[in-house]
């Protein structure tokens, strides 16, 4: 067996070389590789092994840099993505993270990244690696959006293992702060402007849908117009955060999927919103008639607990649009050959759009519209940032040409 030296890096009183290896199988076939030889931070010798010099050159730098810095780990050191994964979960269950957070990083770990990557060792990650991943995701059917998902679930886990020193790198962010604001702009492509008539429910239509409303789910209904609060507010809203004297709701909890009550989104998300006087003389009458319940919730289902999402979509939603007219035909046929129609807008989140741009554009109407910071405020959103990205294209913008010929006047008089 022979070596031969080709270079030395010191760090510290530390070497790392990076020799020549050639050897003979047991068939006696030659073969040859180049080995990096260094010593890491606690003092272990470590030997690892290339078949091109490129490669070993470029870890061997890599390597004097991080046993320089104490952050290096050795393969041998190093764990499977997949039992990093299993401490990341267990990390997250002893932080107290929501139930709902808790299945979202338990479906992505064992549904997406164990079966892909779960065998390959943290120190193997790199940035071709992780777009390798990403193919194969896509390969398989994952779309776009659960893609993203999958990769901030898979960052936060590397950035889990950096703390316990099993892992040098987070590929994952580098990739991320690499692409930067061009996958952004692509993704803003993708998602495209929330459109009245499309995404958001036009004026017309939501007096269609409100005359529609009938039994317990027209208080419900009626607030989540003229409220803008998310379904999860909705289900864990209280009859003690009402002031129906003042006309208002305070927001300070939630029911998330599982029906278990919590804190709001964010520190953002607990605010006061005013009731208009139909939602509060709807409610007054309502609470005549609401089932009770320990958790006092406005809005339970009829044993006085979390009603389900689910049925405030299938039972109140998407009924009274179709009988409000609000619908689009499925192609299908009934017995008496009548076309089926099926509700326009499927969710509850289509109300919490048209409450915003109602707040945006209430002159149209007669009214004051609102200034961006107090729409975000309306919201509950955890930036005015995240307020424009979303709604900023529904501002009027005014007459430019008559502001223009105005700022012309002021300046030339």
């Known amino acids: 067996m022979l070596f031969a030296t080709s270079s030395v890096l010191k760090s510290n009183r530390r070497s790392v070389s990076v020799r020549k290896r050639q050897w003979t199988t047991a068939k006696g076939e030659a073969r040859e590789g180049w080995v990096v030889d260094y010593i890491d931070a606690k003092g272990t010798r470590r030997l690892k092994t290339f078949g091109r010099k490129r490669e070993a050159d470029s870890f061997a730098a890599t390597a004097a840099v991080e046993v320089r810095e104490g952050v290096h780990v050795a393969d041998s050191a190093s764990v499977t993505v997949k039992a990093a994964g299993a401490m990341w979960v267990t990390t997250a269950e002893a932080a107290g993270l929501e139930r709902t957070t808790l299945a979202q990083y338990g479906q992505h770990k064992r549904l997406h990244i164990d079966p892909f990557i779960g065998s390959w060792k943290l120190s193997s990650l790199s940035i071709p690696s992780i777009r390798e991943f990403e193919d194969r995701l896509r390969a398989e059917g994952r779309s776009p959006a659960m893609i993203r998902k999958i990769l901030v679930s898979l960052g936060t886990m590397i950035a889990d293992a950096q703390e316990r020193g099993l892992a040098t790198r987070n590929p994952v962010r580098d990739m991320r702060v690499r692409r930067g604001g061009k996958e952004r702009r692509a993704e803003r492509r993708q998602k495209g402007k929330l459109r009245v008539g499309v995404h958001i429910p036009s004026k017309e239509e939501v007096r269609a849908i409100v005359g529609a409303l009938e039994g317990r789910w027209r208080p419900l209904l009626l607030t989540a ?160 940032v995240m307020t424009s990205d979303v709604y900023g294209h529904l501002f009027p913008t005014g007459d430019d040409g008559e502001e223009m010929a105005a700022a012309e006047q002021a300046l030339l008089g």
């Open 225 to 384: 117009i003229f409220t803008g609060l998310r379904a999860s507010e909705l289900r864990g809203l209280r009859w003690s955060d009402l002031d129906l004297d003042r006309r208002e709701l305070r927001v300070q909890q939630r029911a998330d999927r599982f029906n278990e009550i919590g804190a709001p989104k964010s520190e953002s998300g607990e605010r006061t919103v005013p009731l208009p006087p139909l939602v509060a003389n709807a409610l007054k009458e309502w609470r005549l008639a609401c089932p009770k319940g320990e958790l006092g919730l406005v809005f339970p289902n009829k044993a006085g607990g979390v009603e389900s999402h689910h049925a405030i979509r299938s039972r109140g939603l998407m009924p009274a649009q179709v009988r409000a007219g609000v619908a689009v035909a499925t192609g299908e046929l009934d017995d008496k050959g009548q076309p089926i129609l099926a509700a326009k807008y499927t969710g509850l989140h289509a109300l919490r759009h048209f409450y915003a741009s109602w707040c945006i554009n209430r002159q149209a109407d007669g009214g004051l519209g609102l200034p961006l910071k107090v729409v975000q405020e309306r919201m509950g959103h955890a930036s005015v």
